[in-house]
């Protein structure tokens, strides 16, 4: 058996922001909006949920092409409302210093379908409420980079 190969570092915790976003607030741009109006540049989300009056969002497909076998498949577009039963993230910054977050969720449509993924940076507008809490990494540093092994953007976490 191979030995497990882990890229972590420990950090000390900061404050814990709660909020929510308001209606027609897009999802990803809003959190981000809260990020920046409480000096957040590196964190970790405890709990997203409520509602979005549509949902955009990607998932893996087998592509031979890729070095891992699997790639994102088309943006998926649900045009009818979905309640954020759970998401989950994480805030960092691209090597260029520009505000970044990486969420999944799990969603259920008016139908009680269920689907998930990774959230698309637009066309996730609320509709009655996303509340959210935020728990700041302040000592950290989590910046998204290209990995040369399986040529897809991920985060890697060093302490500051």
Not at 13 to 29: C, E, F, K, M
Not at 97 to 111: F, K
Not at 123 to 146: H, K, W, Y
Request: with cysteine.
């Amino acid at each position: 058996m191979s030995k497990p190969r882990v890229q972590s570092v420990a950090v000390e915790s900061g404050r814990v922001i709660a909020g929510r976003l308001r209606p027609g607030t897009d999802l990803i741009p809003g959190l981000l909006e809260a990020c920046r109006e409480h000096g957040v540049k590196y964190g970790t989300f405890m709990t997203v949920m409520g509602s979005l009056k549509q949902a955009r969002f990607v998932y893996v497909l087998p592509k031979e092409e890729s070095p891992i076998g699997v790639g994102y498949g088309d943006p998926v577009q649900l045009d009818l409302p979905v309640e954020v039963l759970t998401a989950q993230g994480t805030i960092g910054v691209w090597e260029d210093g520009t505000p970044s977050i990486h969420m999944h969720a799990l969603l259920i449509d008016t139908t009680g379908a269920l689907h998930g993924g990774h959230m698309l940076d637009k066309g996730n507008p609320t509709l009655a409420t996303i509340e959210f809490s935020i728990r700041e990494l302040p000592d950290a540093e989590v910046v998204r980079r290209v990995e040369e092994e399986i040529k897809l953007p991920v985060f890697s976490f060093t302490r500051k």
